[in-house]
């Protein structure tokens, strides 16, 4: 009996040796269940939303700026998405946007950004288990940096590896620069 206990003990130590943040070190990114507002700008333009993200393929963004689509209230679910201003909602299927929409761009790089590693497998927010080698982490004075590849190309995410709150996004070929601000897990 106490054989099978200390082999029991081993596994599980040997489980939870393996299961570590991005970078081996500090609390992954908070990918999922938080809202924060983020500030920057998307193709030139200026622009202030709202970000929910309550799970994993879901986002929901309500845009502050510019002022012409103030309340405009974006949200994909499950691979359907949907837009609304004030009592209005219209479904929309998930080929009538491109893969370089302002949203779907933020949710990608959500879903594709590393929240551990299992060995040398990373785990994604969607709780997929991959290998992908486009994926890197290193840490600087303004974060920890994920930086990986999504349809639209290379993103670059950076966040507090003391609490995993989300720092910035940037997804250079879309012209699209993000700062987050009252980052809040659980949120």
């Not at 290379?154 to 009252?182: K, M, R």
């Amino acid at each position: 009996m106490k054989k099978i206990i200390l082999l029991l003990l081993t596994v599980c130590i040997l489980i939870s040796a393996g299961c570590r943040g991005i970078g081996g070190s500090g609390i992954p990114p908070v990918t999922v269940n938080f809202c924060c507002f983020a500030a920057g700008s998307y193709r030139g333009m200026a622009v202030e939303a709202r970000l929910v993200r309550p799970a994993a393929g879901i986002l929901t963004v309500e845009m502050l700026r510019p002022d012409a689509v103030s309340g405009l209230r974006m949200e994909w679910k499950n691979g359907e998405i949907s837009f609304s201003l004030g009592d209005d909602s219209y479904p929309l299927p998930p080929a009538g946007l491109p893969a370089e929409a302002f949203g779907g761009s933020i949710l990608a790089a959500l879903d594709a950004a590393p929240v551990g590693t299992i060995g040398d497998k990373n785990i994604t927010s969607d709780k997929n288990i991959t290998s992908d080698k486009n994926i890197t982490s290193e840490k600087d004075t303004a974060g920890r940096t994920v930086t990986g590849t999504i349809p639209c190309g290379g993103y670059s995410l950076i966040y507090n590896p003391d609490d995993g709150a989300l720092c910035s996004l940037s997804i250079p070929a879309l012209a699209l620069s993000l700062v987050f601000t009252d980052f809040q897990a659980g949120g």
